[in-house]
């Protein structure tokens, strides 16, 4: 018998209201037994990354990054659109150079006045849509002093661990169809970026430009241009 097709999502899903919703379990998927020696790795090296630094993280969902990031950085402001993922971020053990507060990751607004030498965002990149990419990247370093480091971390794609692709759109964005423990299901855009695609938006906007890749996970630095 044919498997039954996938339930269609009920609309286009809003992102930050999607996590919301997925926030109480959202860290099982740092639970999967084939990453474990993936996420060991790269907490350590988040750690070394922004030693001495003032760190503006962005979409710090539970913080499940925060606690490395900030193991030795001089500052670290942990930010989201969601208080509800935030407060689970919380509860984590955080070193008292931590601080919270609800910023939306795309317009950075209420920041004034803030002073950043680095930037950080686990598991956002994916999510941003392709044709906003280059705005979000001005608009950041806009945020940020120059020379900064930033580092952005994000899934690769891995047949075996991740869910199926089921759309692309005109624009080359990929989507995939997720179901909630309520039931309720969502398509959410999710990209998987090539080292290539990050380097040539990088191109003009940034130096030092440093790609690592794991099984399971990518992350790229750069120093904002001066
Ligand atoms: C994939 S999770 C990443 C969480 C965390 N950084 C990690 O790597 O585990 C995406 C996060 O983006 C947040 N988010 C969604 N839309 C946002 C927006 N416009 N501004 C800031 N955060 C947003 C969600 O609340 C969620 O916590």
Redesign the pocket.
């Known amino acids: 018998m044919p498997a039954a097709p996938a339930p269609a999502p009920a609309a286009a899903t809003d ?2 209201d999607y ?2 919703r997925r926030a109480a379990y959202y860290e099982r998927v740092y639970h999967k037994p084939e990453r474990q020696a993936d996420l060991r790795a790269m907490e350590a090296w988040l750690a070394e990354a922004f030693t001495g630094r003032r760190v503006l993280e ?5 913080g ?2 925060t606690p490395h990031g900030a193991a030795r950085a001089a500052h670290w402001l942990a930010t ?3 208080p509800e ?1 935030m407060a689970l971020a919380r509860l984590k053990a955080l070193p008292p150079t931590v601080e919270f507060a609800v ?4 317009g950075l607004d209420g920041l004034a006045g803030r002073s950043f030498d680095a930037a950080f965002a ?3 990149w994916s ?1 941003i849509p392709l044709a906003r990419l280059p705005g979000w990247i001005d608009k950041l370093h806009r945020q940020l002093q120059p020379g900064a480091r930033v580092v952005v971390l994000d899934n690769r794609f891995v047949q075996t661990s991740n869910l199926p692709i089921t759309r692309r759109d005109a624009e080359g964005n990929t989507y995939q169809t997720r179901s909630l423990d309520d039931g309720s299901v969502h398509e959410v855009l999710k990209n998987f970026p090539t080292a290539d695609g990050l380097r040539r938006l990088l191109a003009r906007r940034a130096s030092g430009f440093e790609w690592t890749a794991w099984t399971h996970y990518w992350a790229a630095s750069w120093r904002v241009a001066a």
Not at 58 to 62: E, H, M, P, V
Not at 103 to 106: G, R, S, Y
């Open positions: 992102l930050a996590y919301r962005l979409a710090c969902g539970t499940w990054w989201d659109l969601n993922t910023i939306d990751a795309h686990g598991c956002w999510h």
